[in-house]
């Protein structure tokens, strides 16, 4: 599988953003895809993973602000980003994974977890 991350962009504080994440070459339907990031001088961070049988996590600071879906159909993983705030931007990376998905205490999935990944997408959050 190979996994394109797309949908950054500049946007103002408050303001919202799709990122997709596709495959080129395979379905999505066996894999548990999840969503990290990181911001410039700062460790990489779990945002969000849904599971395939499409259970949902969030790291605890992005909690009702973002959302992650699967159109299994169009072989694509989305993470919908509302409510922008400074702290949120960062390189955005989507990964993929058949091992069991493992959440840490703040909701964040485990990078370790994921075997595949895409390159980035930039977000930028600034007025």
């Known amino acids: 599988v190979q996994l394109q991350a797309s949908g950054g962009g500049l946007v103002q504080p408050g303001g919202s953003l799709r990122l997709s994440c596709a495959a080129s070459?395979?379905?999505?339907?066996?894999?548990?895809i999840g969503w990290f990031r990181q911001a410039p001088g700062k460790e990489r961070e779990g945002v969000s993973v849904i599971s395939r049988g499409g259970s949902t996590y969030y790291l605890d600071s992005v909690k009702g602000r973002f959302t992650i879906s699967r159109d299994n159909a169009k072989k694509a993983v989305y993470l919908q980003l509302n409510s922008l705030k400074p702290e949120d931007a960062a390189v955005y990376y989507c990964?993929?994974?058949?091992?069991?998905?493992?959440?840490?205490?703040?909701?964040?999935?485990?990078?370790?977890?994921?075997?595949?990944w895409g390159q980035g997408t930039q977000v930028t959050v600034s007025s």
């Open positions: 070459d395979s379905t999505l339907d066996d894999y548990g």
């Open positions: 990964a993929a994974t058949q091992n069991p998905i493992q959440i840490r205490s703040d909701g964040a999935p485990v990078a370790e977890d994921f075997t595949l």
